[in-house]
């Protein structure tokens, strides 16, 4: 039982051109939603996070965008740079009753060709 | 400020065999982790700790023993080695728990043979 899907494992873009990456989620208790960012042998970093009384928070290059009735969010990386380059997985979670479960997509590989 | 520092960075283990995965973090975090992430999957929470003496199950606690002595180090013991916990290993840390970000050290390669 999947309760966070990133259906797409790999995403190829140009540089300089608009990458998006997609997360569904089926759990309606999550009401926290963050997005990490991984390079190979290196612990996954934490890139950007929206709550779920927003639609949008944005960090310079880096967008997200929340459709709670879709549950549905997605990252916008514009302009995508080569460094860009990693797995980015979402990773939602419910901050109510004291779960401490935030659970992982499987992660989509960015890669961002110069 | 070294963050959150795991040892080994790599171990090969025989089937049957112990070992301790050593994790510690030096930002004062109450919350700290310990994720599995097989390939091709997203990271599994197998035990975590909401402060020192106390922690929990997560998602995929078998075969794995945790402990919480103080708030900077928490260990991650394999007891009996088998096949299906070769893995790369994450523990991570956070401020206020699932309201914050975590942070991460850079993993465990295992490999259980």
């Known amino acids: 039982d999947q309760q966070v899907k990133q259906n797409s494992p790999s995403l190829s873009v140009q540089e300089g051109r608009i990458s998006i990456l997609n997360c569904d989620y089926t759990?309606?208790?999550?009401?926290?939603f963050l997005w990490y960012k991984k390079y190979p042998a290196e612990g996954p970093t934490f890139l950007i996070s929206?709550?779920?009384?927003?639609d949008k928070n944005e960090d310079g290059r880096f967008t997200v965008f929340l459709n709670k009735s879709a549950k549905h969010l997605s990252l916008h990386i514009v302009p995508s740079q080569p460094g860009d380059s990693a797995v980015y997985f979402c990773?939602?979670?419910?901050?109510?009753?004291?779960?401490?479960?935030?659970?992982f997509g499987k992660g989509t590989k960015l890669t961002v060709n110069p | 400020n070294a963050g959150v520092t795991q040892t080994p960075k790599f171990r090969i283990l025989k089937i049957g065999q112990s070992m301790t995965l050593q994790c510690a973090q030096d930002?004062?975090?109450?919350?700290m982790y310990w994720y599995r992430q097989d390939p091709g999957m997203g990271l599994k929470l197998i035990y975590y700790?909401?402060?020192?003496?106390?922690?929990d199950k997560g998602e995929v606690p078998n075969g794995y023993n945790v402990s919480r002595s103080t708030t900077e180090d928490f260990p991650l013991r394999l007891e009996l080695a088998a096949p299906s916990q070769t893995s790369v290993y994450f523990c991570?840390?956070?401020?206020?728990?699932?309201?914050?970000?975590?942070?991460f050290g850079n993993g465990t390669r295992l490999t259980v043979t």
């Open positions: 991570a840390s956070s401020y206020s728990g699932m309201d914050s970000p975590l942070h």
């Open positions: 759990n309606s208790m999550f009401d926290y």
């Open positions: 929206i709550s779920s009384i927003k």
């Open positions: 990773a939602p979670s419910s901050t109510q009753g004291g779960s401490e479960k935030l659970v």
């Open positions: 930002m004062n975090h109450n919350y």
């Open positions: 700790s909401v402060g020192a003496g106390i922690t």
